[in-house]
């Protein structure tokens, strides 16, 4: 509700101008606080939830850029393999200016077809979309690294676990992600 008031006003046009609306309306003429059904505590509590998000991990950023084909299985399997934004985002380049060792890389990722990997290409092909990487990530968000929860005091910690034969209580992507756990 509060977005499309914002985005109707002009105040909020894409995900950066969230990031910068508390030091906006801190210059304003007219601070949010001022508003009709708004005081202070509302805005101090939306400015503390938008501070709160500044840092988001490699998985949920993935996955919050909204590639077609891109989920939050997906999102996670790329985190998983890239471990940063720095790694994750100059592999993407490179792969969609054609290096093909890059582009071999992503497409013998488990999980990521061919259709995935033109879409995810398709979208770091287009500078707009680098563009707004640059003026969000940086100075206004950090990308944290991808952390596995790995117990490692479990018996198959660090071993590959292979399912052969039939599975009767848990389909094959179900089995994958309990071990994955």
Known sequence: ????????????TNPVDIFTLEHRDRESSQSLSTW??????????????????????????IYALGIHQIGQTTSKLLARRYGSYE???????EASAGNSTFLEELINIDG????????LLYFFKETHNLDFLARLVGPHIKVSDFKTSVDSSSPVAGKTVVFTG???RFTRAEAKAKAEI
């Open 87 to 93: 790694v994750w985002t100059h592999s993407m380049k």
């Open 166 to 168: 039939s599975l009767t």
């Open 112 to 119: 990521i077809g061919p259709g995935m990997a033109e879409d």
């Open 1 to 12: 509700k509060h977005i499309e008031t914002f985005f109707s006003l002009g105040m909020i």
């Open 36 to 61: 009709e059904g708004w005081g202070q505590k509302s805005a101090d509590n939306l400015f503390r939830a938008i501070r709160q998000k500044r840092e988001i991990s490699l998985d949920r950023f």
